[in-house]
């Protein structure tokens, strides 16, 4: 397969090459759970969050064995990339025969676990490997429809963890992740955009050239406009009151403001957005909005409970 790293690879190396720092995102998988544990019409506790922790790790071993084969695929635009050429795999300290032999047991152990889950979980994990396959091959060279897919990938991951619990997941929950994560896509873009620019940018990644650095500015403020409306109504949603017994909900929408005001001042005033996944783990106010987040959400349930609210 060529490019052999000089020696074994380290456990390190090879634990670097699977992108622990990724998994974060595999949180989405969790939604299901946070969100039916208020819900008095589903029959979800505490005593579900192992079965939510093992699809989110599902998540983890098949979403990094995706990023094994892109890897191997980019390996050459990789090398010249300032970041990127770090990695385990451009660097020579795995080799592609190493990365695609773990990415085989990955996919296996994923599939393996996943059908002890569900099969409706199982079906969800296929589909987003397959999805990501087509992404790394080809999708992902087409301008705006690579965005959609790293979108999509998070809604399967919302979706998944229903599946996996057994609980319904409301569609303008599903639309708020498809939102979020497309704002997220579009200002990653847009930070390779000014990053690379030029030619380098048409090398490591063909899509770059098919976007206009205005057009991305646009669609970033559309997308997080709709985003926060999406969230909004789905507080407001007479079926959400419904479920969760209270209207308090929306008290939670400042919050969601906030969390996209703070990430448009990281992406505008200091060029961030590049690795959504360290900006949301790095940024103190950003963490600090998350916590009083789920704070706030648990505590409308807690409060919707006590009181034994009818809507």
């Excluded at 456990?11 to 998994?23: F, T, V, Y």
């Amino acid at each position: 397969m060529g490019g052999a790293p000089q020696g074994i690879p380290t456990a390190a190396d090879l634990l670097r090459a699977l992108r622990p720092s990724q998994w974060t995102k595999n949180a989405v998988v969790l939604a299901a759970f946070f969100f039916a544990l208020g819900d008095r019409g589903q029959s979800v506790s505490w005593a579900s969050i192992p079965v939510a922790l093992a699809a989110a790790a599902v998540f983890c071993l098949v979403s990094s064995a995706v990023y094994l084969i892109n890897d191997v695929c980019d390996v050459k635009a990789d090398r010249v990339h300032p970041i990127k050429r770090l990695r385990p795999i451009a660097a020579g300290r795995v080799s592609m025969t190493a990365a695609l032999l773990m990415a085989g047991l990955l996919l296996v152990a994923g599939g393996l676990l996943a059908i002890r889950l569900t099969l409706g979980f199982a079906a969800v994990i296929g589909v987003y490997v397959l999805t990501q396959i087509a992404y790394t091959l080809f999708l992902k060279r087409i301008a705006l429809v690579d965005v959609f897919v790293i979108a999509l990938g998070f809604v399967m991951r919302a979706a998944a963890g229903g599946l996996a619990l057994q609980v319904y997941l409301s569609p303008w929950l599903l639309l708020c992740a498809f939102l979020l994560a497309l704002f997220l896509a579009l200002c990653k873009r847009r930070h390779e955009k000014i990053l690379l620019g030029g030619a380098d940018a048409d090398t490591h990644r063909p899509s770059l050239e098919q976007y206009d650095r205005q057009l991305l500015d646009q669609l970033i403020g559309i997308v997080a406009a709709c985003a926060i409306v999406c969230y909004s109504i789905y507080t407001l949603w007479p079926d959400t009151v419904r479920k969760f017994g209270t209207p308090l909900l929306a008290l939670t929408i400042p919050f969601v403001m906030f969390g996209i005001f703070r990430y448009l001042d990281l992406v505008y005033r200091r060029e961030g957005g590049g690795r959504p996944e360290k900006t949301l783990l790095s940024d103190g106010p950003l963490l600090i909005d998350l916590f009083l987040y789920a704070a706030a959400v648990l505590a409308v349930f807690a409060w919707a409970h006590l009181k034994g609210y009818q809507p």
